[in-house]
Each structure stands twice: as C-alpha cells, then as structure tokens.
C-alpha cells in the first residue's frame, strides 16, 4: 500500500502584494511528531475508515500584523505578559488542517520566531501601547519601552527567540535610557545560547 503521508509538511502563509517590503514582519515556526488522520477508500476497508500515522511536521508563518503577534504573547488582567506555548502549536496545527494533532510531549517540540531586532522592536512596542498598526506608535515614553523590553523578555525566556529579540532589547534600552540590568541579555549572546538571525 502506498503511504501518501506527508512525513514533513512545511506551510509558509502569503501575504498581499500590497504589503510595503519595510514593513516589519516576523517569521514563526514549529516543528515536533503530530498524528495525521487520513481515510481509506479501498475495497477492503469499510468505506470512511480513518487511519492515524504518526509524523514528523514543520509549519511555518509569516506574522506581519501587530494582531498576529498578539497570538504570541498575551497581556494578563495584571498587565503581566503570558507565553502559551502549547496554545501556539495547536493553534498552527489547527490551522494547517483539522487533519492534524499533537502527538508526544510539548518538550519534543521546537517553536522559534525569527525576525530582525528593528522588527522584534516594533512588533513589541505596538503590543505595550496596544495599538493596532505599527503607524500609531508614537511618544513612546520609559513605562511604555519598559513594557515592550518585559514582553521579549517572556518570549526569550520561553526559548522561542533567536537573537533579534535580545537584540531589541538592548536597543529599546539604550534609545529610551531605561533602568534594567542589561548583562543577562548581554550574557545570552555572549554564550551563544541563542544564534543569529
């Protein structure tokens, strides 16, 4: 019998031509072992009899809007950011086809975004003043900044990030002269526990 699985599926989202080639945008992408139900029309299967494989999938997607980026982090009642990582990969998984699930433990599974610090800066600073387009950024003041560097800071310390992020941190605090202790963002590229973008 012919296995059509697809064993590694990457799904990389379009986005319209009208988007300006400037305007920020991150790259989100999970990778770990899913379940693929697919039926069987044979004659020597009941018509409709579904069959589970488990595979290994890729998914890739563009996030390009500060709403994407808000399915990222979420803001607490208390103000707090919130990384779900579990609601992120089933959520991708969803969107690539009902015909997917998790399969194993979320530790076997790697979720990263990728982008450039400018972009990482901008994403953030939009989700701190809870904008809806990175156009209405403007008079960002320190509690604002502070905002944004604590929301990278949820996503680094989630492992999700590379070095932009840690990047945009340092960025954010210099431009706005804010009060943190920079050395453990520092330390993390230094280590090169987390790579280049």
């Not at 998984?93 to 800066?121: C, H, I, M, Q």
Request: glycine share 6%; proline share 4%.
């Amino acid at each position: 019998m012919t296995d059509d699985t697809p064993a590694d599926e990457t799904e990389q989202a379009t986005r319209s031509d009208e988007a300006s080639a400037s305007y920020p945008t991150l790259t989100l992408r999970a990778a770990g072992p899913a379940t693929y139900k697919r039926r069987i029309e044979d004659s020597n299967h009941v018509a409709g009899v579904a069959i589970h494989d488990d595979v290994a999938i890729t998914i890739s997607r563009v996030l390009s809007e500060p709403a994407e980026f808000r399915e990222l982090v979420e803001i607490d009642q208390c103000g707090e950011p919130l990384v779900d990582r579990e609601r992120i990969v089933d959520d991708l998984l969803a969107n690539r086809s009902t015909d997917y699930s998790r399969s194993g433990p979320l530790e076997e599974w790697s979720v990263t975004v990728e982008g450039p610090a400018a972009d990482w800066k901008q994403f953030a600073l939009v989700l701190a003043t809870d904008g809806d387009t990175v156009a209405s950024i403007e008079d960002v003041d320190t509690e604002t900044a502070t905002d944004a560097v604590w929301i990278l800071h949820e996503l680094i310390d989630a492992g999700m990030t590379e070095a932009g992020a840690t990047l945009a941190v340092l960025e954010l605090v210099d431009e706005y002269d804010l009060r943190i202790d920079c050395e453990p963002f520092v330390d993390r590229l230094d280590d090169g526990s987390i790579g280049d973008e």
